[in-house]
């Protein structure tokens, strides 16, 4: 009886790997663990001679460096970019909160594994794909970092992918696919809900933009109108009413108020246009109507809602990012994988359990 011993093939040695594609013993085992001093048509001369001659990734070995390099200072790797698509500016500082979040957990997480990250402007006057392709490789920069996209830039239809890793965050990027990093925002609204129901309120708005439900991969309005025609109409008194805009400009805050004082929900789910539109109405938070943000954010702690942990979304981002690097995945995948960050709860004074807001002063008897 054969033996699994006796059929597992034998891994080739560098020296023979060296031997079939005529590099160096050195070269060869840069090019194998996906080092970015070794060009791209080296490396891919490398992989192919080592495939042919049955070599393949040993997972035990890479977890085992993985460990190794836990364990002392990182030795520099190579440098990240991170792509930003914004006409105003390429300034990190003066990008929403959210991408700013991105970045830092980014930025933290690749210098913990040894890699540098630093932001490229696309917009940058008399950038053209062409020479964004020559300072990437020039500089021996192997992996392509994308945010979300606060304009759409034409430059993305000539970068050369077949020398890049590339990861994307968010769902603004629709082409080419690459490999993803979002919030599940199914999840996000769902908890949401959930959580309000459980504070007892009863009339509940949900206020958003077609364009913030687009960016999170329309994971709005499907949790929304499955829990409006399923669970919550088992539930006793419980309403849940839809309020949808186009975008969150200060154009549609007439709209939106309109909407509020139509309905007078007990409390709102909703985007940062909505608490202005809100706070314009001389409605009190949370008396008049309790507030859930959409995306709470740690800058603003007396709101309640849903902490989307962007933090977090970088530095899973720069995981996924690393290890395609490490396993030599260069160029589009055939078939790109998402990772979903599930967000939490965070409490917040915006929306208190409804039974204490009449010790707050109750809702205004005009309205």
Excluded at 101 to 106: E, I, L, P, T
Excluded at 196 to 203: E, F, P, S, W
Excluded at 298 to 325: K, M, R, T
Aim: include cysteine; aromatic fraction near 8%.
């Amino acid at each position: 009886m054969k033996t699994i011993a006796s059929t597992t093939l034998r891994m080739p040695t560098t020296r023979e790997i060296a031997a079939a594609c005529g590099c160096s013993q050195p070269t060869v085992s840069y090019a194998l663990n996906g080092h970015p001093k070794i060009p791209a048509a080296t490396r891919e001369r490398v992989l192919t001679a080592a495939r042919k001659l049955g070599w393949r990734p040993n997972a035990f070995a890479s977890a085992y460096m993985a460990h190794l390099r836990t364990r002392r200072t990182p030795v520099f790797q190579a440098t990240l970019a991170f792509l930003v698509a914004n006409r105003q500016s390429g300034r990190i500082g003066d990008q929403g909160m959210h991408m700013q979040r991105h970045f830092a957990g980014a930025k933290a997480r690749a210098e913990e594994l040894g890699y540098g990250l630093e932001p490229v402007w696309l917009h940058e006057p008399g950038l053209t794909a062409r020479r964004l392709n020559q300072v990437l490789r020039s500089r021996n920069i192997p992996g392509l970092l994308i945010p979300g996209l606060v304009h759409p830039s034409s430059i993305f239809e000539g970068i050369e992918w077949a020398h890049f890793v590339a990861v994307t965050m968010a769902w603004s990027l629709k082409a080419p696919m690459l490999n993803r990093v979002g919030v599940n925002a199914a999840h996000g609204f769902d908890l949401m809900l959930r959580k309000a129901v459980d504070l007892g309120y009863r009339r509940i708005g949900v206020v958003v933009s077609d364009e913030y439900d687009a960016r999170v991969n329309h994971g709005v309005l499907y949790p929304v109108f499955y829990a409006r025609e399923r669970w919550a109409a088992e539930m006793s008194g419980v309403e849940i009413r839809v309020c949808r805009f186009a975008r969150s400009h200060m154009d549609e805050i007439p709209r939106i108020q309109k909407w509020i004082r139509e309905n007078k929900p007990d409390v709102v789910l909703a985007e940062a246009t909505v608490e202005r539109a809100i706070r314009q109405m001389n409605w009190r938070v949370p008396q008049d109507v309790a507030l859930v943000s959409v995306d709470r954010a740690p800058e603003y702690p007396d709101l309640g809602g849903f902490n989307q942990h962007h933090e977090l979304h970088g530095s899973v981002a720069v995981d996924l990012l690393v290890g395609q690097i490490l396993q030599n995945e260069r160029g589009l995948p055939a078939i790109p994988r998402e990772v979903l960050v599930k967000g939490e709860w965070a409490d917040g004074i915006s929306v208190p359990p409804k039974a204490e807001i009449a010790a707050l002063g109750g809702r205004s008897a005009r309205l």
